[in-house]
């Protein structure tokens, strides 16, 4: 197998037409570096450079194949919430194959974005689950970073993007208790330029939290976003078990998972924030200014970006 890349370091992202996989993608290859992804969601006309093959969980020989000639492994894999096949236990375990796999084939590096607060002990899947997955990296035997963002935002984001189109088109938003849980977000360039710094032979292996300069309440952020798009919209405080029904009724008409009771739970509990310094530098209050005309113009559907079945799909052998 050739990378077809001449000399330049050959690196694999997973999801590089996804949310931060795409920005990783994007600053490796303008680096210069070859790319190669592993994806249910190639393109039909792949014009970006970038080598496309399947996630082969079903064949470890054949996921191993997949990382021959990559230096460094850039893992943004994980699935949000438990939906049809997909849950937290199988995440685990395929995210534990293919560290297994890039072992296998001999990869340099690899640097794993995880989460805010992973803990073994966790009652909440998706931390006790990045827990495990972040234990196994470190039993893998390559050399490893991982990074920890709280929540994204920018480009193809879901988040802030899903609570502009809210107050858009609703007359009221709830938020759940008083909103004085703190969320600090990552710009995903900033948590893509972070993921891209880790691979530096001379490090050992390392953790570093994704966090940005700002640590605004949940409600705060919410009334930048209804200040920067210009909406009109009533934000009203209510119980906080009374934001999960509701979230499933809106999620019907939506035909989508809007929030999940853990979701809310972690932020609520202050899992979305950290003490540290930043380790970005893009403020996502000033973001807001700057970009509230074009946030929330379309709904982002998190059910067709990752649980439909993959259309267009052109899967190359590498
Ligand atoms: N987004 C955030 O706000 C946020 C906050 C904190 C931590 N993180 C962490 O950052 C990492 C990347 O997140 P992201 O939002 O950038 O993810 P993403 O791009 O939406 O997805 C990352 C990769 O996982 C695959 N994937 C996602 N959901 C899947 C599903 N249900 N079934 C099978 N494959 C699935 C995607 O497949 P395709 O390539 O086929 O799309 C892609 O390759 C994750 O580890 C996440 O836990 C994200």
Redesign the pocket.
């Known amino acids: 197998m050739t990378s077809g890349l001449g000399n330049s370091q050959l690196d694999l992202v997973?999801?590089?037409?996804?949310?931060?996989?795409?920005a990783i993608a994007e600053q490796l290859l303008a680096r210069g570096h070859g790319v190669r992804?592993?994806?249910?969601?190639a393109p039909g006309a792949d014009a970006s450079g970038i080598e496309v093959a399947d996630?082969r969980f079903d064949d470890p020989v054949e996921l191993a194949q997949s990382f021959e000639g990559v230096h460094t492994f850039y893992?943004?894999?994980?699935?949000?919430f438990a939906?049809g096949r997909?849950s937290h236990e199988v995440?685990v375990a395929n995210s534990m194959m293919l560290f297994e796999a890039a072992a296998r084939a001999g990869v340099q590096r690899i640097v794993h974005?995880?989460?805010?607060h992973p803990s073994i002990e966790s009652p909440l899947p998706?931390f006790s689950g990045?827990a495990k997955v972040e234990r196994a990296l470190a039993g893998s035997g390559v050399p490893f970073s991982i990074v920890?963002?709280?929540?994204?935002?920018g480009g193809n984001?879901?988040?802030l993007n899903n609570i502009a189109w809210l107050l858009r088109n609703l007359p009221v938003f709830a938020i759940g208790g008083s909103g004085d849980y703190r969320i600090r977000?990552i710009h995903?360039d900033d948590l893509a330029r972070l993921v891209i710094a880790q691979d530096d032979e001379s490090r050992s292996d390392s953790v570093i939290d994704g966090v940005g300069p700002d640590r605004p309440t949940f409600t705060e952020l919410v009334l930048a976003v209804r200040a920067a798009t210009k909406s009109k919209c009533r934000v009203i405080h209510v119980p906080l078990q009374a934001i999960p029904p509701a979230s499933r009724v809106l999620g019907r008409f939506l035909r989508d998972v809007l929030l999940t009771r853990d979701e809310l739970m972690a932020m609520a509990q202050g899992l979305a924030d950290t003490d540290g310094p930043s380790t970005g530098s893009i403020s996502v209050l000033q973001w807001l200014d700057h970009h509230g005309d074009q946030l929330g113009l379309d709904y982002a559907n998190e059910l067709e970006?990752?649980?439909a079945a993959?259309s267009g799909l052109v899967s190359t052998t590498v």
């Open positions: 997973t999801g590089a037409f996804s949310y931060s996989g795409q992804t592993l994806t249910a969601h996630y893992n943004t894999y994980w699935v949000r939906h997909s995440a974005v995880s989460i805010t998706y990045k920890r963002p709280a929540i994204l935002f984001d879901v988040l977000g995903v970006r990752h649980f993959p």
